[in-house]
């Protein structure tokens, strides 16, 4: 079946370091991909997304690009602040159609901590 | 409301004891969907809705939990005689539709934390 293996948190750094949270992942046909990230206290939230092979999803400084040779989708940012502190969560949904369409298979989440 | 509201946000019961959890989509989103967020686990997959039908319930871990949806908007997700393993947050997410590139996207909610003593 389908699966998502992220890199083992926790992750410290410090600001304005930069960020690598390494996902891979294992899925019959051509799945999309997703960032989701949850913020203390707050519900998950998208943060950016690939839909077909050498997409490159970027949003509020973070980038990820689909690797369809190497089944990856690494989140990278350049210079992270301590407001990016949060869990994030690696995620693909099949694109089978029907009535799975929406239904995503999430990694095991990375707990991100930036010091000032 | 602006968002998908889940309640209560905390609930506490005793082993064996049922519990129902609510929650209310985003107005106007079809697609209702039900995670489980357990410690070290990640989000599982419960069950989907479109409208008030139910196509994919594969996540359900056992007979002891159900879900239904009534008037294509509020959904209870309903855990019989809760066992310890049952303890996790229960999140809920909504979209405007199943299908289609933009209309996917999935709004959760803030869950609901079930602890089973």
């Known amino acids: 079946g389908d699966s998502v293996t992220q890199m083992e948190g926790p992750v410290t750094l410090s600001e304005e370091a930069c960020l690598t949270i390494?996902?891979?992942?294992?899925?019959?046909?051509?799945?999309?991909l997703f960032w989701y990230v949850q913020y203390p206290g707050e519900g998950l939230q998208l943060l950016l997304k690939?839909?077909?092979?050498?997409d490159k999803g970027s949003n509020k400084g973070f980038e990820a690009t689909y690797r369809k040779e190497t089944t990856s989708f690494h989140l990278e940012k350049g210079s992270v602040q301590v407001s990016d502190s949060a869990v994030y969560f690696c995620?693909?949904?099949?694109?089978?159609?029907?009535?799975?369409?929406?239904?995503?298979?999430f990694g095991q989440g990375t707990i991100l901590t930036v010091h000032p | 409301g602006a968002g998908v509201s889940q309640s209560p946000s905390n609930k506490v019961t005793e082993k064996g004891k049922d519990v129902e959890l609510r929650c209310d989509p985003i107005?106007?989103?079809?697609?209702l969907y039900w995670y489980r967020q357990s410690l070290g686990q990640g989000l599982e997959f419960l069950i989907y809705?479109?409208?008030?039908?139910?196509?994919?319930k594969s996540g359900l871990p056992s007979d002891r939990f159900s879900a239904e949806r009534t008037g294509g908007s509020v959904s209870t997700l309903t855990i019989q005689r809760t066992q310890q393993e049952d303890s996790a947050v229960y999140l809920c997410?909504?979209?405007?539709?199943?299908?289609?590139?933009?209309?996917?996207?999935?709004?959760f909610g803030s869950g609901t934390q079930l602890s089973v003593l």
């Open positions: 809705f479109q409208g008030n039908s139910a196509p994919d």
């Open positions: 390494n996902c891979t992942y294992t899925a019959t046909g051509y799945p999309s």
């Open positions: 690939a839909t077909k092979a050498d």
């Open positions: 107005s106007g989103h079809t697609a």
């Open positions: 997410a909504s979209s405007l539709s199943a299908t289609g590139t933009t209309n996917e996207k999935l709004f």
């Open positions: 995620a693909l949904r099949t694109n089978a159609g029907g009535t799975s369409y929406g239904k995503l298979t």
